[in-house]
């Protein structure tokens, strides 16, 4: 994947991961619950670092695209 491909892979899947684990922290956030909002967040971090992987992966091997 070439660079300028990657970045608009990377502004479409950050857009992507904010809206849904972004809306899944506002939810958490109301309710109020410290447990929630600590595995809300986890699950934000866990797909951010997800992507990076991924990304990762595809700027290493361009036929995986």
């Known amino acids: 994947m ?3 491909r990657l970045e ?8 992507e ?3 849904r684990e ?3 922290l ?3 956030a109301r309710s109020g619950s410290n447990t929630e909002i600590r ?3 986890l699950l934000m971090a866990r797909a951010i ?3 990076l992987v991924e990304a990762s992966a ?3 091997n361009p036929a995986a695209e």
């Open 49 to 51: 670092a997800a992507s």
């Open 22 to 24: 972004g809306f899944r």
């Open 58 to 60: 595809a700027h290493r």
């Open 17 to 19: 991961i904010m809206l």
């Open 2 to 4: 070439d660079d300028s």
């Open 39 to 41: 595995e809300t967040t």
């Open 26 to 28: 506002i939810r958490s």
């Open 8 to 15: 608009g892979w990377a502004c479409d899947k950050a857009q």
